[in-house]
């Protein structure tokens, strides 16, 4: 079976908080668990291969979501292995919520469903 390395991601999350201070993932030592979800004005996706970034703006009172969704493709034919990345940035608040899901090729879905993709 011919094995694909993983491929790195094509994004990168990045945090604006309502004081203007930038907190990105790369800095963030427990993930998006160290974010103050309270204090989030812009949840971003900020381009690491050349491709546009995305950005939803976090009203108040709402708490931001991120997630990545990875799945592998195989090919019994082939026996390639092929490797996908789903990016979520949204938020959610009571019964309201906006999710903003970018695929790797960035194309997007806009939904206020979490189970759409």
């Not at 604006?16 to 004005?41: C, I, M, P, W």
């Not at 976090?58 to 026996?79: G, K, Q, W, Y």
């Not at 959610?92 to 189970?115: C, M, P, W």
Request: charged share 20%; hydrophobic share 40%.
């Amino acid at each position: 079976m011919k094995i694909q390395n993983r491929v790195e991601d094509v994004y990168q999350w990045c945090v604006v908080y309502r004081n203007d201070v930038l907190l990105h993932e790369e800095d963030a030592t427990q993930g998006f668990a160290s974010v103050k979800q309270e204090q989030v004005k812009l949840l971003s996706l900020l381009s690491l291969a050349g491709v546009p970034s995305h950005h939803v703006a976090i009203p108040s009172c709402a708490t931001p979501v991120f997630f990545r969704r990875r799945s592998i493709e195989l090919n019994p034919n082939t026996n390639e292995e092929a490797y996908k990345t789903v990016h979520c940035i949204g938020w959610k608040r009571g019964d309201e919520a906006t999710y903003l899901f970018v695929f790797d090729g960035s194309s997007t879905l806009l939904t206020d469903n979490l189970q759409a993709v």
